[in-house]
């Protein structure tokens, strides 16, 4: 069965220091891939996504992921962690196939200490 | 709208109770779907509704569950005799056709707890 792996279910870092975040997918084909943010008592914000083209990607508030069709991993990266990114962060994947629908990773819980 | 609006925002219930949530997704979306969103269980998807085609209900976790979505806009998820296992919160998304290549807008979201 198609699934979405995020191995680390809490990272802490400090304000400043580099992030990376980890997502592996199981499918045999190269799905739509997303990157969703959570604050507490908020909704999901889209961060990025990639179909096809450029392997890596650009998104909003500073944050890059880059997919690595080998490793099948589609890894969230910022070079500068601020004091407002701590929230819950969820890798997505479309399947590309049917009906359009996304799976999600467990998520992954970021800590930012001063 | 601006954004995917959900109503109520929280909800409690008593077991056995039926509820509604409520979603208004983006003007134009043409996609809307149904997550929830539990302790230990991460999102899992629950329905889809694209245009007027049937909808994928392939995610709904029993008959006490059943969604509607009228003339296209607004969608009600209902959860019929409900169980404590039910406490969650309901996500309602959008999107242009299939979000594939769009994105998905999610609301805020219904806490549902049932007591």
């Known amino acids: 069965a198609q699934s979405v792996t995020q191995p680390d279910i809490h990272i802490t870092v400090s304000e400043g220091a580099s992030l990376e975040l980890r997502c592996n997918y199981s499918y045999g084909a190269t799905p739509y891939l997303f990157w969703y943010v959570q604050s507490p008592g908020q909704g999901l914000q889209l961060l990025l996504k990639y179909f096809s083209g450029d392997t890596l990607v650009q998104g909003i508030k500073g944050f890059e992921a880059e997919f690595k069709r080998s490793q099948s991993s589609f890894n969230l990266r910022k070079p500068s962690v601020h004091w407002s990114d701590a929230a819950e962060y969820f890798c997505a994947v479309d399947m590309n196939s049917g009906y359009s629908t996304l799976t999600f990773g467990k998520g992954t819980m970021l800590l930012v200490s001063p | 709208g601006a954004g995917v609006s959900q109503s109520p925002s929280n909800k409690v219930t008593e077991k056995g109770k039926d509820v509604e949530l409520r979603c208004d997704p983006i003007s134009g979306h043409t996609a809307l779907y149904w997550y929830r969103q539990s302790l230990g269980q991460g999102l899992e998807f629950l329905i889809y509704f694209q245009g007027n085609s049937a909808p994928d209900k392939s995610g709904l976790p029993s008959d006490r569950f059943s969604a509607e979505r009228t003339g296209g806009s607004v969608s009600t998820l209902t959860i019929q005799r409900t169980q404590q296992e039910d406490s969650a919160v309901y996500l309602c998304?959008?999107?242009?056709?299939?979000?594939?290549?769009?994105?998905?807008?999610f609301g805020s979201g219904t806490r549902l707890t049932v007591v």
């Open positions: 998304a959008s999107s242009l056709i299939g979000g594939r290549t769009h994105g998905y807008t």
